[in-house]
């Protein structure tokens, strides 16, 4: 079981930071202008498609965020058997390691860009809680874009799942203490 728990945060930590990387950018003074919206300001249905909140920056910011963990994920993989046990079933030694960061992250930013469409359409403000989606969106779009990379057990997923929920909830609370966020959950 604690090998469970400690490969489903190992496993997806690419994917859980990248997620998170858009609201720090959006904070940072130097990237604060490259704000341009994925949906370019178009609209579906008479209603934004993704809104103001989705943007290039934080795509790009967060999928370069995601490579760089899973880069430093392969260099403990290659200098700890502790995180070589953990990394089972999968081997971050491989030269193609980049592709499952990139997979994670943008399966996850996507993730999100999809929930937020969804809300949209169902005229859920933005920034407005739509719990529980808002918590298993980028696990979800993260999980599923890694298909392409690597099978996991059936119980890995659900841990994975499990786990990411709950942290999603941790860090919103974490980023609302820090200012980051405007509301708590």
Same mark, same amino acid.
């Given at each position: 079981?604690?090998?469970?728990?400690?490969?489903? %945060? $190992?496993?997806?930590?690419?994917? +859980?930071?990248?997620?998170s990387t858009?609201?720090i950018?959006?904070?940072?003074?130097?990237?604060?202008n490259?704000?341009?919206p994925l949906?370019? +300001?178009? *609209?579906?249905?008479?209603?934004r498609?993704?809104?103001?909140?989705?943007?290039?920056?934080?795509?790009?910011c967060?999928m370069?965020? +995601?490579?760089?963990?899973?880069?430093?994920?392969?260099?403990?993989?290659?200098h700890s058997?502790w995180?070589?046990?953990?990394?089972?079933p999968?081997?971050?030694?491989?030269?193609?390691?980049? *592709?499952?960061?990139?997979?994670l992250?943008?399966?996850?930013?996507?993730?999100?860009?999809?929930?937020?469409?969804l809300?949209? *359409?169902?005229?859920i403000p933005?920034?407005?809680?739509?719990f529980?989606?808002? *918590?298993?969106?980028?696990?979800?779009?993260?999980?599923?874009?890694?298909?392409?990379?690597?099978?996991?057990?059936?119980?890995?997923?659900? $841990?994975?799942i499990l786990i990411w929920?709950?942290?999603?909830? %941790?860090?919103?609370?974490?980023?609302?203490?820090?200012?980051?966020?405007d509301?708590?959950?």
């Amino acid at each position: 079981m604690s090998h469970d728990f400690l490969f489903s %945060l $190992w496993f997806f930590i690419p994917a +859980g930071i990248a997620n998170s990387t858009p609201i720090i950018a959006a904070h940072l003074p130097w990237l604060r202008n490259l704000n341009a919206p994925l949906d370019g +300001g178009k *609209q579906f249905r008479k209603l934004r498609i993704f809104g103001e909140h989705k943007t290039w920056r934080g795509i790009i910011c967060g999928m370069l965020t +995601g490579v760089l963990v899973i880069w430093l994920q392969a260099i403990l993989f290659n200098h700890s058997a502790w995180v070589r046990q953990v990394s089972v079933p999968v081997f971050y030694g491989r030269d193609s390691i980049t *592709q499952l960061g990139l997979l994670l992250s943008f399966g996850a930013l996507l993730g999100d860009a999809f929930e937020s469409f969804l809300k949209r *359409q169902y005229h859920i403000p933005a920034g407005q809680r739509w719990f529980p989606f808002d *918590q298993l969106d980028y696990v979800i779009g993260g999980l599923f874009a890694s298909l392409i990379y690597v099978r996991l057990p059936i119980v890995d997923y659900a $841990w994975i799942i499990l786990i990411w929920f709950c942290m999603h909830i %941790l860090f919103t609370y974490l980023g609302y203490v820090l200012k980051l966020k405007d509301q708590p959950l």
